[in-house]
């Protein structure tokens, strides 16, 4: 008996350990320096406990410019909600694989109070260059590209930067020799006695006077087909098609952002009461929604004054119908309050060190650009690898899109929303997924880019006609829903044995009097003779 009770014990240890480790899930985080932060947790952990992990093990205090990015099965990419359990936001299966990201671009870069805060922000703006995110004339793709190269090797040492020594590093997708001894031209002789901390500083300094700074872009077509991408960026919501800007928004200038399926509004409020709404196409129903929580969360955070007024959306005006979603963190002006309450020692930054060559990887959102000299299936074309300084752009492509996986070849002659513009053939890549194309020439300056205003046409008002059509007929389909519950209410109350006033006065009416004795009394007795009838009928079974 003695030895059957160890075993029945044994047992439940064993079952006991068994269930502790379903409820465990590993988890790996990559970071901005393409280290990775690999932990175990609780299957019901919330995104705000790995958030924390990570932040402490960074050593982070500024935290609520980042987030943590994934990439479901479909290749559509996410912001892990803080607010929601980790596991039930993940479509695959343990261990979990995630990538720390700048979420919300400092509009400032130099008002960050610590240097790990500008440290990690550098790396990611750096990672934007790369990835042909950030784009930029000839000029400043070199003086961007120098300071990268002062941070991380230092001043210039003939003794150990042998001629050529720039070519030994990646900057953008691709460039030519004359930009490379370019950039160690101002490297030799401009940037020397900075420090690494000095140049990253400079260097964010430049990349946010660019338009693309803080892109984030998001594939979608507009309303004639073309291809565009949209973006969200520390000054308002922009409209990207190739390498230019055809739209730009002030958050203060936007009232409202929806979408229903594919289908993304962006309503606008401009200078002399002028209304505007755009709209765009994203290639799937998980591609919109994530564009929208992008952009709802992205307007809480630059807009508002305080978390405070943060209030509850939905992704539609339609009656009882969308996506209800609520923006969780700090806003802008509160971050930048408690940040300038931190007071402790500077923490110590273990800087990426340099590489002779390029470290290639292709992780969650971030694409490499194939050389000019490459076909889509692979194979060397007979044009030159070489680009033209004279219209250099660092991507020489469209923006990198997480979802697109076939070429799609695009007409010279665009319509943004009504309004034309001439842009050349593009290409892009995502994991392995290429277009081929032509250089588009990037405008000089974020201010001197003429916008184009889009023009209401036919088809969108007849569809917003619709809309409300439909919104109108579900309203009054639910009241009439609603006042015949509350008149089967008001029989059952009446009919029941309480005794209140204003009951007592409705049961002495004539109507009612009427109502109870030649509708509710017969009908009350017929659903009893059918009740006796069900119940003799299962004992007879």
Not at 32 to 40: A, G, P, Q, R, V
Not at 155 to 180: A, I, R, T, V
Not at 399 to 415: I, K, N, Q, S, Y
Request: hydrophobic share 35%; proline share 5%; aromatic share 10%.
């Amino acid at each position: 008996q003695l030895v059957c009770m160890c075993c029945k014990m044994l047992s439940r240890l064993m079952s006991s350990s068994i269930r502790s480790l379903d409820r465990e899930c590993n988890c790996t985080v990559r970071l901005l320096d393409d280290s990775e932060y690999t932990c175990t947790i609780q299957r019901d952990a919330k995104g705000q406990y790995l958030f924390d992990l990570i932040c402490h093990h960074l050593n982070l205090l500024e935290k609520d410019y980042f987030g943590i990015r994934y990439v479901d099965p479909d290749k559509q990419r996410h912001w892990l909600e803080f607010t929601k359990s980790i596991a039930k936001q993940m479509k695959s299966q343990p261990p979990f694989t995630m990538c720390l990201r700048v979420k919300f671009y400092p509009p400032d870069p130099a008002a960050l109070k610590e240097e790990i805060t500008r440290y990690l922000v550098f790396l990611q703006v750096k990672r934007d260059l790369y990835h042909g995110r950030l784009l930029c004339k000839t000029s400043d793709a070199a003086l961007l590209a120098a300071y990268i190269l002062q941070a991380e090797i230092g001043d210039y040492d003939p003794g150990k930067h042998p001629e050529g020594y720039s070519s030994k590093f990646q900057f953008f997708p691709k460039h030519s020799e004359k930009l490379e001894r370019r950039i160690a031209e101002i490297h030799k002789t401009e940037l020397i006695g900075q420090t690494p901390e000095t140049s990253e500083l400079n260097f964010l300094q430049k990349a946010q006077m660019l338009e693309t700074y803080g892109v984030d872009p998001h594939p979608c077509k507009d309303v004639s087909g073309n291809p565009a991408f949209l973006a969200f960026t520390p000054f308002g919501f922009t409209v990207l098609q190739g390498n230019r800007r055809v739209h730009f928004l002030k958050w203060d200038e936007v009232t409202k952002l929806k979408f229903e399926a594919k289908t993304f509004h962006i309503y606008a409020n401009q200078k002399e009461d002028r209304k505007i709404i755009l709209t765009y196409f994203a290639p799937t129903p998980e591609a919109c929604k994530h564009l929208w929580k992008c952009g709802v969360e992205n307007q809480a955070f630059y807009k508002l004054e305080k978390s405070s007024q943060v209030r509850t959306v939905s992704s539609s005006n339609l009656f009882f119908k969308g996506s209800r979603f609520r923006y969780s963190g700090k806003v802008a002006k509160e971050v930048m309050e408690q940040s300038a309450k931190i007071k402790r020692d500077p923490p110590e930054i273990h800087r990426y060190s340099a590489h002779s060559t390029p470290v290639r990887s292709v992780s969650h959102g971030d694409s490499f650009m194939p050389s000019r000299g490459q076909m889509v299936d692979g194979s060397e074309a007979s044009t030159s690898a070489v680009i033209s300084d004279e219209v250099y752009s660092p991507s020489d492509s469209m923006l990198p899109t997480p979802v697109a996986e076939h070429g799609v070849e695009m007409p010279l002659a665009r319509h943004l929303n009504g309004s034309t513009c001439s842009i050349d053939e593009e290409k892009e890549s995502e994991a392995g997924a290429r277009k081929e194309g032509q250089v588009a020439e990037f405008g000089p300056g974020r201010r001197h880019l003429r916008m184009v205003r889009s023009r209401p046409s036919p088809s969108s008002d007849l569809e917003e006609l619709n809309k409300f059509i439909l919104s109108v007929l579900r309203l009054f389909l639910v009241t009439i829903g609603l006042l015949f519950a509350l008149l089967l209410l008001l029989i059952m109350l009446t009919e029941s044995d309480l005794d209140i006033a204003f009951l007592r006065d409705i049961r002495k009416t004539p109507e009612f009097q009427q109502f109870h004795f030649e509708y509710f009394c017969p009908l009350r007795r017929w659903f009893s003779c059918k009740l006796r009838w069900m119940g003799g009928f299962l004992i007879s079974k």
